[in-house]
């Protein structure tokens, strides 16, 4: 197999950036079949009713999601999101952990489709977003 077409390891993946560092997301397992990560909900996380905002929980599902497009596609590639949809389905307080699965529904050679279930630490989801990612060829994308 070619290399680009090997799938990178996860010790090639680009480090998580600042954001998702400031957020407090957490990796838990990753497999080009499943990616898992958490995320704790702090007071800083919250919107006005002082409960989890929905910038957060879209922040988890992106960066779950890109990281299941990360580990199946060459490391010379790179990734974005072109489209996301979410469906909100409870409200998650604070001190609570949401757990984001992140699941493909379709690999291509130019898009990915994902679906990433959130879920509170009852085990009730929290939300579903499906997103769609467009698979870049980062050096040639990057210089232009």
């Keep these: 197999m070619s290399s680009e077409n090997t799938p990178r390891r996860l010790d090639q993946m680009p480090p998580q950036?600042?954001?998702?560092v400031l957020?407090?997301?957490?990796?838990?397992s990753a497999t080009?079949?499943?990616?898992?990560?958490?995320m704790k909900v702090t007071d800083n996380l919250t919107n006005r009713n002082g409960v989890l905002h929905g910038g957060a929980v879209?922040?988890?599902?992106?960066?779950?999601?890109?990281?299941?497009?990360?580990?199946?596609?060459?490391?010379?590639?790179s990734n974005t999101t072109?489209?996301?949809k979410t469906n909100f389905l409870r409200s998650v307080s604070v001190g609570d952990i949401v757990t984001a699965h992140?699941?493909?529904l379709h690999r291509g050679r130019t898009t990915?489709?994902?679906?990433?279930?959130m879920t509170?630490?009852?085990g009730k989801a929290v939300a579903v977003t499906t997103q769609t990612h467009m698979i870049l060829n980062w050096s040639e994308e990057r210089s232009k």
């Excluded at 080009?32 to 958490?38: A, K, N, Q, S």
């Excluded at 992106?62 to 490391?75: K, Q, R, S, W, Y």
């Design 112 to 117: 990915f489709v994902l679906q990433i279930t």
């Design 17 to 20: 950036s600042a954001y998702s």
């Design 82 to 84: 072109v489209e996301a």
């Design 58 to 77: 879209m922040t988890l599902a992106d960066n779950t999601a890109g990281t299941l497009v990360f580990i199946n596609i060459p490391a010379e590639k």
């Design 102 to 104: 992140c699941v493909p």
């Design 32 to 38: 080009p079949d499943e990616v898992v990560y958490r």
């Design 23 to 28: 957020t407090g997301i957490e990796l838990v």
């Design 120 to 122: 509170r630490g009852d």
